[in-house]
């Protein structure tokens, strides 16, 4: 029989496989997110995102007719134009779990998503470093950068496969150019997941080009890649392409982020996160301590760099001071070579040494604290009647035309209600609305938008100028005001339609 040692013994081996410092560290990146971030965090902005509405609603559409989306289904101005939905698949996931679990199946996916993005840090991290402890370092500087994307937001599914790709290109580095075959399939899965797959085969493509060449001089050294090898990237990046061409729109779907691109001027021109990166924020000043850190780090114990690591460092914050919406893509790029840095530059000696009961006490805090903050579905339900004016929503009528601001269309098309106008603006964009909205609200004709359009209501925030002008305009009343945390909302009524509007159950549309 074992003796009391051996079993003790047996014991602390089973415990130091277990609860490792990678598994002590995955549980205090996944706490993270509960703790800090602001779209999951029920006193601050949880469910504010107004794009998670028409996600919804474009899932609920596709699930219940089995059909994609051809034409625009929810608005009245443009309700029948041509268009279609380039995040089908990743919406998917959300509207399955509010189906089952409510709100709370929206706030689990958003975490689930935002901490599969940080492990994936972290793991990439610790490929680059070797070291546990710069990784865990890396992924958290990496998590105030993507703050400023946090949120229902389906591009953060589609950095997940940013991240893939980037790590199959490592695993290539290291010899394993099989895993080069997966890029195809990732690209099909990624084109029905949003947008930026432009982005993936831009990064593929500048990865091609600067193995093309040798360069060694200074700290850079680049070997050029063997003709068999270079060939093998190309019909690779050949079958990517070809593999976009798998989705359910075609060379429409294709198109669609060079259409953002070329032809969607004010969208782009309006939208805030498409501005330039604002240092003075949280997750610029984030942005800012990187960039140091790497060169930094660098000063103190250089490395031979190829051109492609370079190319791609340059290009994402280049990407991420232009527009700040790149910031997240800043992180996936750079936090692997942020953890390699500071392994470099200021940890001293390895981190192999470890105690497993410290780390099974952390992994323990850890899911105590994302289980005390897991909000209910009370809760959830009282902080969306915050953020939008649930009761004037649900008294809108079939027969109304309603001018609204954008952040109210998601939840308007959510709850049956057609919208002037959401947050997708690259339709309305197309057909002279968005210009005829900003023409109202910023108050350069917003009387002749409201005739040309035949509008009888309007839903608006008392802050704002087109409701200081209807209050003091003879032929349009108010009718009904709703406080939410933003201000007070008000419904405005041409004269025919003077009769104030009751309270109105808010409808949870399609859910059970």
């Not at 993507?146 to 290291?174: D, K, Q, T």
């Not at 006490?361 to 604290?369: D, E």
Request: contains cysteine; charged residues 15%; aromatic residues 12%.
């Amino acid at each position: 029989m074992p003796t009391t040692v051996e079993k003790g013994g047996r014991l602390q081996r089973v415990m130091a496989r277990i609860f490792t410092r990678h598994l002590m560290n995955t549980a205090i990146l996944m706490a993270l997110p509960v703790i800090f971030t602001l779209s999951l965090n029920p006193a601050r902005e949880c469910l504010h995102d107004p794009d998670i509405w028409w996600h919804l609603a474009d899932a609920r559409l596709l699930t219940a007719t089995h059909h994609f989306i051809q034409t625009e289904p929810y608005s009245f101005t443009v309700a029948g134009q041509s268009w279609i939905n380039p995040e089908w698949l990743a919406e998917i996931p959300y509207w399955v779990t509010y189906k089952v679990l409510g709100l709370r199946g929206i706030y689990l996916v958003e975490w689930l998503v935002l901490c599969a993005n940080l492990l994936f840090f972290y793991w990439r991290g610790y490929w680059k470093s070797g070291h546990a402890g710069a990784a865990l370092y890396a992924a958290a500087a990496g998590f105030v950068l993507i703050s400023v994307n946090a949120g229902p937001r389906m591009i953060a599914i589609a950095y997940l496969a940013m991240g893939c790709e980037l790590a199959i290109l490592e695993m290539a580095e290291r010899g394993n150019k099989r895993w080069l075959w997966l890029l195809p399939p990732l690209f099909c899965v990624w084109v029905n997941l949003h947008g930026s797959w432009l982005l993936g085969i831009a990064l593929f493509v500048l990865y091609i080009l600067c193995g093309s060449f040798q360069l060694n001089k200074g700290v850079i050294k680049q070997e050029a890649f063997p003709v068999a090898e270079r060939n093998r990237l190309l019909i690779v990046l050949g079958a990517s392409l070809a593999a976009l061409m798998v989705n359910p729109y075609g060379w429409r779907l294709v198109w669609n982020p060079l259409d953002m691109m070329l032809n969607q001027k004010l969208n782009i021109a309006n939208v805030q996160e498409w501005k330039p990166l604002n240092l003075s924020t949280l997750a610029g000043e984030a942005a800012a301590v990187t960039i140091c850190l790497m060169v930094v780090a660098n000063c103190f114990s250089g490395r031979k760099w190829k051109v492609y690591e370079l190319a791609f460092i340059f290009f994402a914050w280049y990407a991420a001071l232009d527009h700040m919406r790149f910031l997240f893509m800043a992180a996936v790029l750079t936090i692997p070579f942020l953890a390699s840095d500071i392994q470099r530059g200021f940890i001293e000696g390895s981190d192999e040494k470890t105690i497993p009961l410290m780390n099974a006490l952390m992994v323990a805090a850890a899911i105590c604290v994302i289980a005390f903050l897991f909000p209910s579905e009370a809760t959830l339900e009282k902080k969306l009647a915050t953020f939008f004016p649930m009761q004037s929503i649900a008294a809108i009528q079939p027969s109304w035309r309603t001018f609204n601001f954008d952040e109210l269309g998601g939840r308007m098309a959510f709850d049956s209600r057609s919208p002037f106008i959401d947050s997708r603006f690259d339709t309305f964009e197309h057909h002279g609305v968005l210009r005829d909205y900003l023409s109202a609200m910023y108050i350069l004709e917003p009387l002749k938008v409201l005739d040309q359009y035949r509008i009888d209501h309007v839903l608006m925030m008392d802050t704002m100028p087109l409701a200081y002008l209807l209050a003091r305009t003879p032929s349009w009343h108010e009718i009904k005001r709703e406080k939410i945390a933003e201000g007070t909302c008000l419904t405005f009524a041409r004269a025919p339609f003077l009769a104030p509007i009751t309270d109105a159950p808010s409808p949870v549309a399609g859910r059970r």
